[in-house]
């Protein structure tokens, strides 16, 4: 298996500008994780889904986080407009309800100036 | 509501030195503990878990014991190596409304020196 695909892997931005994350989680996972890890904060767990339908987006920071899950295979984390705080890695993850263990992408690191 | 302790870091170990990393939960019902791995630039890698009071989970040289007793998960190495510097992270799944999600501690970061 190829794993959770997450793409661009470094994005570089200006503040004020859209930023879109893609996730593609292993096949047969019912559940897919947004995360943020920055030196300060940690990892903070933002949204997640269950069989595409979000459950909790109680740690989405603020309105101009938005995600969404079309279908089974993708996820789109998008910043409108982004902001030098929002700077971070982004780890998208997903799990199987028989399982519980989660299973990260390798991260895109977002660079806002 | 539930939470995740892990011991205070940065941990600077020799090589081939004895490690333990503390692990206390506070949880609802009976999670299930994991043991997550960073390595510089990566993503989080299931390192071990287990299941249900007195599981041990073991990999790659580590191993932890399932307490439900004294709540905790504690990790240990017998003997570590340069490449195991790393963050690890406790994690205890979630019961209940919030089943599935992971409840992560902040990490432990570990140096090992030749």
């Known amino acids: 298996d190829a794993g959770v695909i997450q793409s661009p892997r470094h994005e570089v931005t200006e503040m004020g500008q859209e930023v879109t994350l893609r996730c593609k989680p292993i096949s047969g996972h019912d559940y897919l994780f947004w995360y943020r890890q920055t030196m300060m904060r940690g990892l903070e767990l933002l949204i997640y889904?269950?069989?595409?339908?979000?459950?909790?987006d109680s740690g989405m920071p603020e309105d101009r986080f938005s995600a969404k899950m079309p279908n089974a295979s993708f996820s789109t984390l998008k910043i409108q407009p982004s902001e030098p705080r929002d700077s971070a890695v982004y780890f998208c993850?997903?799990?199987?309800?028989?399982?519980?263990?989660?299973?990260f992408g390798p991260g895109t690191r977002l660079t806002v100036t | 509501g539930d939470s995740v302790t892990q011991m205070e870091g940065p941990v600077t170990l020799s090589e081939e030195a004895f490690l333990t990393i503390n692990c206390t939960y506070t949880a609802t019902g009976y999670p299930s503990l994991f043991w997550y791995v960073q390595y510089p630039g990566e993503g989080l890698q299931l390192l071990l878990k287990a299941t249900k009071a007195d599981d041990k989970g073991s990999n790659k040289g580590f191993e932890a014991t399932y307490r439900k007793e004294t709540t905790s998960f504690h990790l240990e190495k017998g003997s570590v190596q340069v490449s195991d510097s790393a963050v690890y992270f406790c994690a205890q799944s979630g019961g209940g409304t919030s089943y599935g999600k992971l409840t992560f501690g902040q990490g432990t970061i570990l140096t090992v020196h030749p």
């Open positions: 993850a997903s799990s199987s309800q028989t399982r519980g263990e989660q299973y």
């Open positions: 889904f269950n069989n595409n339908v979000p459950i909790d």
